[in-house]
């Protein structure tokens, strides 16, 4: 089996160009320690994001609001930039990606950001994918404890691009209701993640187990299969119980690769 390919640039390791709780120093550390075996994980770096990527997803106004904040724009063009790599790879390759970056991106709206986000990386992606006639429907299943509501107000003239968070009051319904949801999923020509894991039971979300981010991965693997592709790539969005953080971004990579 191929190893899967985790799309990170060595900057995102920076954590002086914000100071929230997606840029603490340690927090990519603990992700990447995960995907040290090269057996299973092949790190590559891609470039920032074009200023014409960004532009499907987001205002001008927005654009240079983040632009005046030169550490947080370069970080930010670098983490739309490494989820558009990831999605072309998945694409091309026909095989699942993770784009490891901050910060993160689905509370970032067409003219707004909150959240720890500065521009929306998985619909940068997506509406590249889009513009140059390579995809014309998809995905995004966000499992961050938040709802994606950048995500959803990015893609909101786009009605193909279906965008679903899940809600249940324990795991168990959750991986239910997620199971439910993607079975209604048919034909679409790739599947977004916004891949957060601050639902996990000692974060903000205090919900889901480790074993559930591995099977939210496999119930989206299982998706792609009986599409007949594998076509797949998630962005990381939240998770801060660092102590953790690592083993249910890894779990979630075992189910999704
Ligand atoms: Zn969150």
Redesign the pocket.
């Known amino acids: 089996m191929p190893n899967m390919k985790i799309i990170f640039n060595e900057e995102f390791y920076d954590s002086s160009y914000a100071s929230d709780s997606a840029s603490v120093a340690g927090r990519m550390e603990a992700v990447m320690s995960e995907f040290s075996d090269t057996s299973k994980f092949q790190i590559l770096p891609s470039p920032p994001a074009a200023k014409e990527d960004i532009l499907r997803a987001h205002t001008e106004r927005r654009y240079l609001e983040v632009k005046n904040d030169r550490p947080l724009y370069n970080m930010a063009m670098l983490a739309a930039g490494a989820a558009v790599k990831a999605s072309e790879i998945s694409f091309f390759s026909n095989e699942a990606v993770l784009a490891c970056v901050r910060p ?1 991106g ?2 970032a709206g067409a003219d707004t950001g909150w ?1 720890y986000c500065a521009f929306c990386n998985v619909s940068v992606a997506l509406l590249k994918l889009k513009a140059v006639g390579l995809i014309n429907n998809a995905v995004v299943v966000d499992f ?3 709802t994606g509501d950048g995500t959803i107000d990015t893609l909101k003239s786009w009605p193909e691009a279906i965008v679903i968070n899940p809600y249940a009051d324990n795991n168990l319904d959750y991986i239910k209701l997620l199971e439910a949801r993607m079975r209604e999923i048919n034909n679409v020509d790739i599947i977004a993640v916004s891949a ?1 894991f ?2 996990y039971k000692y974060d ?2 205090k919900k889901l187990e480790t074993f559930d981010f591995y099977q939210i991965g496999r119930i989206l693997k299982n998706t792609s299969n009986r599409m007949g592709h594998q076509k797949r790539f998630a962005a990381l ?3 801060y119980y660092l102590a953790d953080l690592g083993k249910n971004a890894l779990a979630f990579c075992e189910g999704f690769m």
């Open positions: 993160p689905h509370h959240g961050d404890a938040h957060g601050d639902a903000v979300g969005e939240g998770g």
